[in-house]
């Protein structure tokens, strides 16, 4: 017999947020720890977003950070990858193919527009 715990037993996981603020209390650095992360320690980043669905209102509460000094073109960037990366949550959440493409292509037509990509010739 292992004594091996059960990986499919329930638990309770946490995701911590630590930001320092200036004086006019805008963030100046954001690190965030997960306690089933991979790394040992608090991970460091320029921007955020956390959103919270709130079924009993049908309501979104949403918490979006990013340090001062962070770029114009560094927010295009990381806009244009979170509009991806909703597209591929969307699809794992509702396994509807067609509304996720159309995301992608939201996503690809910001890109674009930004100059953050080039799109071949059809």
Not at 48 to 72: F, G, H, Q, R, Y
Not at 83 to 106: C, G, P, W
């Amino acid at each position: 017999m292992s004594l091996r715990s059960n990986p499919n037993a329930a638990r309770t996981a946490e995701i911590k947020l630590i930001v320092d603020l200036d004086g006019d209390d805008m963030p100046t650095r954001i690190e965030w720890l997960a306690s089933e992360g991979q790394e040992n320690g608090p991970v460091s980043c320029q921007s955020m977003m956390l959103s919270v669905w709130d079924s009993e209102n049908k309501t979104t509460a949403a918490i979006d950070l990013w340090i001062k000094d962070t770029t114009v073109d560094e927010m295009n960037l990381y806009f244009y990858q979170v509009i991806h990366q909703m597209a591929d949550t969307y699809l794992r959440a509702t396994k509807n193919v067609d509304m996720a493409n159309s995301i992608h292509e939201f996503g690809n037509n910001f890109g674009e527009t930004l100059g953050l990509i080039r799109r071949s010739a059809k």
